[in-house]
């Protein structure tokens, strides 16, 4: 029995000395290098689309939004607040982006927010309109779509 617990007292001290090399091997030989299958998306800053236009009221909101563009693929949620009535954007954004190249393709809408949406090629653009008691919410969603 004092033998038995020796030798597994040894396989157990080698096992976790080889862990560890194991894991400061891994850890070296990956460092800096791309992983095999992991894209790395650069995330663009204040990015707003210059194709998509923006009522002059709103101001853009760089905390709430986020982009993520690699070369022509944009994938977005850029948030502006503002004062507008919702059938007023609505019609805006009929008339205004069509002039960049999109196509109205639907419009959603339940209780206080609305969303059109337009397509560009295979790109397409969601705006969501969210009317609040105060100030009116706008979000422009980019993506890729069929």
């Not at 850890?27 to 992991?38: F, L, N, R, Y």
């Not at 002059?56 to 009535?85: C, E, L, M, Q």
């Not at 393709?105 to 309109?129: P, W």
Request: overall charge positive.
């Amino acid at each position: 029995m004092i033998i038995g617990t020796i030798l597994l007292s040894g396989l157990l001290v080698m096992g976790i000395s080889s862990c560890r090399i194991l894991s400061k091997k891994s850890s070296q030989s990956t460092a800096g290098k791309p992983i095999k299958g992991i894209i790395d998306t650069p995330s663009a800053k204040n990015y707003q689309a210059s194709d998509v236009p923006v009522p002059a009221n709103f101001d853009y909101r760089p905390d709430k939004s986020w982009a993520y563009v690699t070369g022509s693929v944009r994938t977005t949620s850029i948030k502006y607040i503002g004062s507008a009535r919702t059938e007023d954007l609505l019609e805006f954004y009929r008339k205004q982006m069509p002039q960049s190249g999109w196509m109205e393709k639907m419009t959603l809408g339940v209780d206080s927010k609305k969303a059109v949406g337009f397509q560009k090629n295979y790109e397409q653009c969601r705006i969501i309109i969210d009317q609040k008691t105060s100030e009116t919410h706008l979000t422009v969603e980019l993506g890729y779509g069929k």
